[in-house]
């Protein structure tokens, strides 16, 4: 009878043991596995059968205590998500503003190339200033980085030297354009013998 006894009472604790504590601990096992399987795979969180039950003793605080960490991870990589994503994005719009950049670097790059040969085209020739009887000539000009709109010009008409310089506001091809046709415009003149 004592052996009997001692049978359901095992039994029993057993019983009891087994749905307070012994499956609490399975399914709280269960739901960190499917956690950590939502983590690896950035899928939302789960529902947590641990978490549906709720307990009033040591394993209910460490199935609540999982479930804010759980939240905290998962909030956190949310965030790291979005910030990734601001970040992506920031390099994108970098990687456009540095092409247009690159882009207009190459086309100032060739307006001043063209603004420095019109510039050196335009300045007056070594024949031109050697024909000047009586006088000797010598010139030289350094253009800045930023070129076009410099003028210097010695013209001999009717025996007399002119000599013409002149810095056109602003630079590039634009003022260079403005420095060519202020040299046309003072050559036409004199050749045309207007001196007003």
Request: no cysteine; glycine share 6%.
């Amino acid at each position: 009878m004592v052996l009997i006894i001692s049978a359901v009472l095992t039994i029993t604790t057993l019983a009891v043991l087994a749905t307070t504590v012994i499956t609490p601990i399975l399914r709280l096992r269960e739901d960190l596995i499917a956690a950590g399987e939502a983590i690896s795979k950035d899928q939302p969180t789960p529902l947590f059968y641990s978490a549906i039950v709720k307990r009033q003793d040591e394993l209910g605080d460490v199935i609540a205590a999982f479930n804010q960490m759980f939240k905290q991870i998962w909030q956190a990589m949310v965030e790291r998500k979005q910030a990734e994503q601001a970040l992506a994005e920031a390099n994108q719009e970098i990687t456009v503003l540095n092409q247009k950049l690159t882009a207009e670097n190459f086309r100032m790059s060739a307006e001043l190339a063209v603004s420095r040969k019109l510039q050196q085209m335009l300045l007056p020739k070594e024949h031109e200033l050697n024909q000047i009887p009586g006088l000797e000539i010598a010139g030289f000009m350094e253009p800045a980085t930023e070129v076009g709109g410099d003028y210097y010009d010695v013209l001999n008409h009717n025996g007399n030297v002119k000599i013409g310089i002149g810095d056109v506001t602003g630079h590039g091809l634009e003022s260079g354009v403005v420095m060519l046709m202020t040299q046309t415009a003072t050559r036409t003149l004199l050749a045309n013998n207007e001196t007003d």
